[in-house]
């Protein structure tokens, strides 16, 4: 790194489109080495961020600064890589040719053989850009977003399409990235992905953020518990459907599976019932879960 400016820096950045706010007063900076998921629903503003963050749209408020410059100029030092999700791939190209030209534009470039290499197209360097499946020219594209030796790489769901093993590949590939010093920063609808990859997950919602922290600090804050047990005898629905702290109940013939803020008096609660239950395990929510807790209370809040 040769400035101690952070590799990102939102400050209360806002962009809306007529009456839809798509990014409202985020205020957000980035350090190096974080590998960063960008979480959040549909319409939630994610890749109105990353254009935000690439210059590609402007705020209509707020500032946005990379390496303590303007995204413009951090990306034309070639200190950013962009892997985009409607990133069109040049027609009548081979992959091999389009490689050497994003390389031949980078301030800092790599070899194409090397690149190539790295995202796993060198087999099919010959093959034409239009003729490639979906999960090929993923990875195409994230051989452009790598084809220098860029600080920030922003990745906007860079997986879809792609093949269990492609994609294991593919996260081997940016945490070595992470482990070099690079920030890498990437949208997904994916969770376990962000659970398995990042050291820091954002929640987006509504353009504003909802939750910034570790994967398990995000659950943690979500601060519900799942209980699962079974029943031997009868199950008195309406009963189990009453236990306090019940956020949300799956009763599935014999088996119950139960969502609660303090799953210790849930439990308690359901000794109370006369209920005996089998089984019983208490664990904590998966990352999926903690994102649906903390956005559907913001929705309900919001109602
Ligand atoms: N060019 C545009 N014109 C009008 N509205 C837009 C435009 N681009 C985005 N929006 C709106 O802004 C909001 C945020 O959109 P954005 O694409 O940033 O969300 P997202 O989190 O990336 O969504 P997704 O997960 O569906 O890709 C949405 O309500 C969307 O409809």
């Known amino acids: ?63 946005v600064r990379l390496f303590g410059t303007s995204p413009r100029d951090a990306i034309v030092a070639g200190r950013v890589g962009a892997m985009l999700q409607s990133g069109g791939l040049m027609d009548e190209v081979t992959v091999a040719e389009l490689v050497r030209l994003a390389c031949d534009l980078h301030p800092k470039p790599y070899r194409p053989s090397e690149v190539l290499a790295r995202a796993g197209v060198a087999q099919i360097a010959d093959r ?22 860029s600080d920030l790489i922003v990745l906007d769901e860079p997986t879809t399409g792609m093949d269990v093993t492609t994609r294991q590949a593919f996260w081997a590939t940016m945490r070595e990235q992470a482990d070099q010093g690079r920030t890498v920063l990437f949208a997904t609808h994916y969770l376990e992905e962000a659970d398995a990859v990042a050291d820091r997950v954002l929640v987006l919602y509504r353009g504003r953020l909802l939750a910034d922290g570790t994967a398990a600090e995000i659950k943690a804050k979500a601060g519900a518990r ?52 089998r089984n019983l395990e208490v ?12 956005t559907t209370a913001e929705e309900a809040k919001s109602r």
């Open 1 to 63: 790194m040769t400035t101690t400016a952070p590799v990102v820096a939102f400050d209360q950045v806002s962009k809306a489109y007529d009456a839809v706010r798509a990014v409202d007063g985020l205020t957000l900076g980035l350090s190096p080495g974080q590998t960063v998921a960008l979480l959040g629903p549909n319409g939630a503003g994610k890749s109105t961020t990353l254009d935000l963050l690439l210059g590609l749209k402007r705020p209509d408020s707020g500032t």
């Open 283 to 294: 664990a904590g929510l998966g990352l999926e879960q903690a994102f649906v807790a903390i």
């Open 128 to 149: 034409k850009v239009d003729k490639l499946s979906g999960g090929q020219a993923q990875r195409v594209r994230f051989a452009l977003a790598t084809a220098g030796d």
């Open 226 to 277: 799942r209980v699962s047990f079974e029943v031997a005898g009868a199950i008195d629905e309406p009963a189990l459907r009453a236990l306090p702290f019940l956020t949300g109940i799956d009763i599935s013939g014999r088996t119950v599976r139960i969502q609660s803020s303090d799953a210790d008096a849930t439990v308690h609660a359901l000794y109370g019932l006369g209920v005996h239950p």
